[in-house]
């Protein structure tokens, strides 16, 4: 949980999905399935797939320390003494109504950025997009970048997906060690590539 709350104090991001719905967790969160070996997790706001075998960790769960703007974290079944693989959601309200998803980004990378040590964005960082909601495209950005919180702290690569909708910025972040396996890697990036608004 500790390397859960460090990545949380960071932030979190968003794409497109589909799939059956069952099972109602503590927060409203419904769990259905998906592609084999992974499951849906869906609230009223998002959906995202993750593998059927990582934590789920809903705010309820979460140490005082943890934004109130997380809503759900999902971490690795396999956990690391450093550092575990994980990805989470956050929701913020906008109080300007025409803040675009780039904005969105640029603002939350200036806190990343004064937050973190060793912080480096990457090659390919800084590039928009957009998901579907229904026939309507909403635009995305994405930032990738590695940092650490403190000192003895390990670095970690993180991934950020921006978008703003209907008033409310969503972040999803995924994170992990720069020599994690690489099927790890995969994994984060396709929940951040799943993720899909409602």
């Known amino acids: 949980m500790k390397n859960?709350?460090?990545?949380?104090?960071i932030s979190v991001?968003?794409?497109?999905l589909t799939g059956c719905f069952g099972e109602t967790t503590d927060t409203g969160g419904t769990i259905g399935t998906a592609a084999p070996g992974k499951i849906l997790y869906e609230t009223n706001d998002?959906?995202?797939?993750?593998p059927d075998d990582w934590e789920?960790?809903?705010s309820g769960d979460f140490t005082y320390n943890v934004p109130s703007d997380t809503i759900v974290a999902f971490r690795n079944n396999i956990k690391s003494?450093?550092?575990t693989a994980n990805v989470n959601v956050s929701k913020v309200l906008i109080s300007e109504e025409d803040l675009s998803a780039e904005d969105f980004a640029k603002s939350s990378k200036s806190k990343v950025k004064n937050s973190l040590l060793s912080f480096k964005e990457f090659e390919?960082?800084?590039v928009g997009g957009t998901i579907l909601i229904g026939d309507i495209e909403v635009a995305t950005h994405y930032l990738a970048f590695q940092g650490k919180k403190d000192s003895p702290d390990p670095i970690v690569n993180f991934g950020q997906l921006y978008t703003v909708y209907n008033g409310i910025g969503?972040?999803?972040t995924g994170s992990h060690l720069p020599e994690e396996d690489e099927t790890i890697v995969n994994y984060v990036d396709q929940m951040l590539n799943s993720f899909a608004l409602n």
């Open 13 to 16: 991001f968003a794409l497109s």
């Open 56 to 58: 789920i960790v809903e």
């Open 46 to 50: 998002f959906a995202v797939e993750i």
């Open 124 to 126: 390919g960082s800084g």
């Open 170 to 172: 969503y972040t999803i």
């Open 81 to 83: 003494e450093i550092f």
């Open 4 to 9: 859960l709350t460090k990545l949380v104090l």
